[in-house]
């Protein structure tokens, strides 16, 4: 079965900590996104990629970084810089150029305390 | 900056009531905008719009894009309660770095029996 898939689904950490989040798809999709999403909140982009080895900021990357060394890999490390980051965090893929065409994982609760 | 406003922000009704979302927006190079369903986890895709005046229909649930005064709304109607989620506007743009989606803030609708 082909799809994205994100784990875990519920992480806890210390603040201060480093917490790296994980997405695999074997869709052969060539671009990779993640967003954050805060309760009674919509979807924000932190990062997305279109091909290996590249990568732009979203509307949030600060305290975010990411690494694209695989096109079905698209981790996202959450630093100890980022202020706030207890959220739920959702990884997409879809085909280049084709970003109407997202395929959502099921996304990773991450508390941080 | 691309602006993605939906409204209300959240909706209690009966079943059988008929909802009507609306979302408005402000974005440079719009390609298309997008309606998703999100029921605790990974967004789900409903709609997507490119053409003014069209009417998208699925079941109970129907979607219309003005492109003059750049907005949508969806519609629901018979309302049940399987249908409470949070309702995403998204829009799809081109952008010199490759496509991506600017997303509402969601409609929280609640169906009671």
């Known amino acids: 079965d082909g799809g994205i898939t994100q784990s875990p689904k519920y992480l806890f950490r210390k603040e201060g900590q480093n917490v790296t989040l994980s997405c695999e798809q074997n869709?052969?999709?060539?671009?990779m996104y993640w967003y954050r999403q805060d309760p009674g909140q919509g979807l924000r982009l932190i990062y997305y990629?279109?091909?290996?080895?590249?990568?732009q900021k979203g509307d949030i990357a600060e305290g975010y970084s990411v690494s694209r060394e695989k096109k079905e890999s698209f981790p996202l490390t959450v630093t100890s810089a980022q202020k706030n980051p207890t959220a739920f965090y959702l990884c997409?893929?879809?085909?280049?150029?084709?970003?109407?065409?997202?395929?959502f994982g099921p996304g990773t609760r991450l508390t941080v305390t | 900056e691309d602006k993605v406003v939906q409204s209300p922000l959240s909706l209690v009704v009966h079943e059988g009531d008929t909802v009507t979302l609306n979302c408005s927006y402000e974005v440079t190079n719009f390609r298309s905008l997008l309606w998703y369903k999100q029921e605790k986890k990974a967004p789900t895709f409903l709609f997507m719009l490119?053409?003014?005046?069209i009417e998208k229909k699925s079941g109970r649930l129907s979607s219309i894009l003005d492109k003059k005064e750049l907005f949508s709304i969806l519609n629901i109607t018979a309302t049940q309660t399987g249908d409470s989620a949070v309702y995403l506007c998204?829009?799809?743009?081109?952008?010199?770095?490759?496509?991506?989606?600017?997303f509402g803030e969601g409609t929280q609708l609640t169906v009671n029996p």
């Open positions: 990629s279109q091909i290996v080895n590249d990568f």
């Open positions: 998204a829009v799809s743009k081109e952008e010199t770095s490759g496509s991506r989606l600017t």
């Open positions: 869709l052969n999709h060539d671009a």
């Open positions: 490119t053409s003014s005046g």
């Open positions: 997409a893929s879809s085909i280049r150029h084709r970003s109407y065409e997202q395929y």
